[in-house]
């Protein structure tokens, strides 16, 4: 047996980690549970200082939490992978891998690829998304959020995340996806499923009906799709059925991942958790009053909150050759957890960094939509989502509080941090 593999084996750890630096605050995380969960940044402070680079024998993954480690990587594609991206995080047992495999792997989400496969599907799937595209979605999500907030704007008391940030993006992107309102429900469920198993750790009891959630989700884009081809609408799941490159059309496993995957899924878990947490900030921060009397600041204070805190924890990377990074030697195959959360704060890329402050010149370019070939293709309706929302709550709601003692919920996958509730109470005009 190798030595270095005899030493991973005995240890946990590489034997490379000797090499440089001796990692061992990864040691200490656990991004599931407790402190590192509900507020990471004090951990995150200690890491960029002490180990930038470090392994965590719990993740099996190198721990990259400063900016400029982070930037290295998303600008490098030929040195660092995006194939395990959506790898498992959960040891899966063999009755659940037996339903997965009855699908479609997690092949050909863009998430996942890397060029030139990723290079064809970014540029087909970009012309979903124009400019022009998503500015027509203003009027679906006004309407959807002036609907939503009607319902609570008199009560004087809500929870923001369920009444609001949680129903809003899915009802949105089925919208631009061209499917029913009525089974949103169904798409949040299955969208949960699919997640939980690649980003979470999942009890083996519970492995077998959120895989059997993942093949009906499968099979209900299938059904979707099918239907475009012979009833084409004016929807985003139309235009990728039609859509060719070079006279080549998406496959039937391509188009299950954009549609399922890409879109369904991904596309409004993380906008639900942007807006909660941004509002939570505005609120804590004492900053409601101010964007209610200037909204010019509303666009700029998204960014900055982003940058302050983003709920876009992290992004994995696989490292495709030997590799040095902040010191550190990292064999191939190893895989990266980019700390997005930890470089967005890092002391280099702004002035007091640890500060929310909207008053700054600039917002620093922050990472909580990632960089280069995989930055987030929903970034721009995430942030229009954000900005019409947010405007719709400082016309009704004119003096909002956190309710004192609450139990936020929060929690975290690998890649995204979530909280389950935002209590606040006014005064109803």
Known sequence: ???????????????????????????????????????????????????????????NMWLVSRYEDISQVLKSPAQYSNRDMLASGTHLTDEAKAILDQGFPTAHVLLGMDPPEHTRLRRLM???????????????????????????????EADLVKQLAWPLPVHVILGVMGVPQEDVWKIKR???????????????????????????????????????????QEDLTSYLVAVESDGEA????????????SMLSAGHESTTALMANAWKLALQHGLWQRLRDNRDLVPKFLEESSRYDSVSHAMIRTAKEDVELGGVKIPQGSRLLLLFAAGSRDESLCPH???????????????????????????????????????????????????????????????????????VEWTPT
């Open 1 to 59: 047996m190798p030595v270095s593999v005899q030493k991973q084996e005995e240890t946990g750890v590489p034997a490379h980690a000797s090499a440089g630096r001796c990692p061992h605050l990864g040691a200490q995380y656990n991004p599931f549970t407790g402190p590192h969960a509900e507020d990471p940044h004090a951990f995150f402070e200690k890491l960029r200082k002490d180990e930038p680079v470090s392994f965590s024998p719990m993740l």
């Open 126 to 156: 970009n012309r979903g998304f124009t400019a022009q595209r998503i500015a027509g979605m203003g009027p679906f999500i006004r309407e959807m959020a002036t609907t939503l907030v009607d319902r609570f704007a008199q009560d004087g």
């Open 190 to 232: 299955w969208s949960s499923d699919w997640q939980q198993l690649v980003f979470e750790y999942v009890a083996p009891e519970l492995q077998v009906e959120m895989a059997k959630g993942v093949i009906e989700f499968q099979q209900y884009c299938i059904r979707l799709i099918e239907d475009r081809k012979k009833n084409p």
């Open 250 to 261: 998406l496959t039937m496993h391509e188009l299950v991942m954009a549609v399922g995957a």
């Open 353 to 423: 960094s640890s500060k929310l402050d909207v008053d700054r010149e600039k917002v620093p370019q922050h990472l909580t939509y990632g960089r280069g070939t995989h930055f987030c293709l929903g970034a721009p309706l995430a942030r229009l989502q954000f900005e019409i929302t947010t405007n719709i709550l400082l016309d009704r709601l004119p003096d909002p509080k956190l309710v004192p003692g609450q139990d936020f919920g929060t929690w975290q996958s690998l890649v995204l941090r979530q909280m389950k509730h935002l209590k």
